[in-house]
């Protein structure tokens, strides 16, 4: 069954530094891959999704994420990052035969001014 | 606009007593999902539905029921049963057809049991 591994719980970064945080997906190569965002107390939000065939995938708010094959992960990016973005992500994974979705755990992002 | 409700935003409720937490979506939507969200440990799926009339156990199903009398609405109800019901509780839909699995979320519903 497909999964996903983010590797850190929690990530502090200063404000205008670079964000990344990793995902890492199991062996087979999946089709989609999505990246979701979620603000304290709020749902899901989606920022950016995999298709079969891109590399370099770019989301809302200056995100953006690169599928490396033999790596088999999809960390994601953002240049400099901004006091707003301060919030959990979550990479995900179709699974079930597509009826599921499988969330890895989620990094908290801390952005210190 | 078109999206996904939940109602309450925040519940309480004692212990012993049972208690259903409402999910609307308007996206016309096929498949819907409930998860439950304790810190530290990501999203866990409760329950899910691909179409009207029919769902599935999730991962933790103890505990909790759901009904899917209409493709718009998949109502949760925390029973009595559940050992521990304190949690954040997320809705979400997909279009069910289409195969990239992505979903769309609620708001949540913050349940806290006395």
């Known amino acids: 069954a497909q999964s996903v591994t983010q590797l850190g719980s929690h990530v502090s970064v200063s404000e205008g530094a670079l964000v990344l945080l990793r995902c890492n997906y199991s062996?087979?190569?999946?089709?989609?891959l999505f990246w979701y965002v979620q603000y304290p107390n709020q749902g899901l939000q989606l920022l950016l999704k995999?298709?079969?065939?891109?590399?370099l995938v770019k989301g809302i708010n200056g995100f953006e994420a690169e599928f490396k094959k033999s790596e088999t992960s999809f960390h994601l990016t953002k240049p400099s990052a901004h006091m707003s973005d301060a919030a959990e992500y979550f990479c995900a994974v179709p699974s079930g035969g597509y009826q599921k979705v499988t969330f890895g755990t989620g990094t908290k992002l801390q952005v210190i001014p | 606009d078109g999206g996904i409700t939940q109602s309450p935003k925040y519940l309480f409720r004692k212990e012993g007593q049972n208690v259903t937490l409402s999910c609307e979506q308007n996206l016309n939507h096929d498949a819907m999902y409930w998860y439950r969200q304790d810190p530290g440990q990501g999203l866990r799926l409760i329950y899910y539905?691909?179409?009207?009339?029919?769902?599935q156990k999730g991962d933790i199903a103890e505990g909790y029921s759901v009904s899917r009398e209409k493709k718009e609405s998949f109502p949760l109800t925390v029973t009595s049963a559940q050992k521990n019901p304190t949690a954040f509780y997320l809705c979400?839909?997909?279009?069910?057809?289409?195969?990239?699995?992505?979903?769309?979320f609620g708001p949540g519903t913050r349940l806290t049991v006395l």
């Open positions: 539905s691909q179409i009207v009339n029919d769902f």
């Open positions: 979400a839909s997909s279009m069910g057809l289409e195969r990239s699995g992505e979903q769309f």
């Open positions: 062996s087979s190569v999946p089709p989609y």
């Open positions: 995999y298709t079969t065939g891109a590399t």
